[in-house]
């Protein structure tokens, strides 16, 4: 079947602007989360989502950061007033939401703020 | 707070030969699960096993193998037989099973397979 796919694979923008991430989670999973990866780090995790609400938005750096799951399936990661410092890899992963709770990744979007 | 460290920066292997990757690990949670991931080039996260805090065996997925001492609080990663596709990033995270399903990831081994 289908795996996470995430869209824009690439995102170059401006200093200051606003961003969309996309993600589509494979079909059926409940439970959605966002991470955040620098070079030559493992991933971070930003927010996760059970169903269409965020259960655990912790990982959020700051309010220019916010994240929705209107219909508990596609999730959108936005960012206000991008800085150079969010440049980095924006992973995406669901899982089916019981054990062992594997995560499964999509591809990333990598984004760079000049 | 949960903590992961990989000491191994970059391990270098023959092919066919079997590797041992690090990974220890720092909790208060009694119940955790500690996965593996593997990061080509192409930037993809692959799940590749996992072990649960109490499971008894240690958790086998065809050539890789979890090595998983609780008292010692480590959980290496072997991969046997060695293939040049193995070569990329290998991850080691954990997730408390108390609270949120987060994964916490450790900063990561580049695996190199030579000829």
């Known amino acids: 079947g289908a795996g996470v796919s995430q869209t824009p694979s690439n995102k170059v923008t401006e200093k200051g602007k606003y961003v969309e991430l996309r993600c589509d989670p494979i079909?059926?999973?409940?439970?959605l989360y966002w991470y955040r990866q620098s070079l030559g780090q493992g991933p971070e995790f930003l927010i996760y989502?059970?169903?269409?609400?965020?259960?655990?938005d912790s990982g959020l750096p700051n309010d220019r950061f916010f994240a929705v799951r209107p219909e508990g399936s596609v999730s959108t990661l936005k960012i206000q007033r991008t800085e150079r410092g969010d440049s980095a890899v924006y992973l995406c992963?669901?899982?089916?939401?019981?054990?062992?709770?594997?995560?499964?990744f999509g591809p990333g979007t990598r984004l760079t703020v000049t | 707070a949960q903590k992961i460290t990989q000491t191994q920066p970059g391990m270098f292997v023959q092919e066919k030969e079997a590797v041992t990757l690090d990974c220890t690990y720092d909790?208060?949670?009694?119940?955790?699960?500690l996965f593996w991931y593997k990061q080509p080039s192409s930037g993809e996260m692959i799940f590749l096993i996992y072990?649960?805090?109490?499971?008894?065996q240690n958790a086998t997925e065809g050539r890789y193998s979890l090595n998983f001492q609780k008292a010692r609080k480590s959980a290496n990663l072997v991969i046997s037989a060695s293939q040049l596709g193995d070569s990329a990033m290998y991850f080691c995270?954990?997730?408390?099973?108390?609270?949120?399903?987060?994964?916490?990831f450790g900063t990561g081994t580049r695996l190199l397979v030579s000829p």
């Open positions: 992963a669901s899982s089916a939401g019981g054990p062992p709770y594997e995560q499964y």
């Open positions: 079909s059926g999973h409940t439970a």
């Open positions: 989502f059970q169903g269409t609400g965020a259960a655990d």
């Open positions: 909790t208060s949670d009694p119940s955790y699960g």
């Open positions: 072990q649960g805090s109490y499971d008894q």
């Open positions: 995270a954990m997730r408390e099973d108390t609270g949120f399903q987060k994964l916490v």
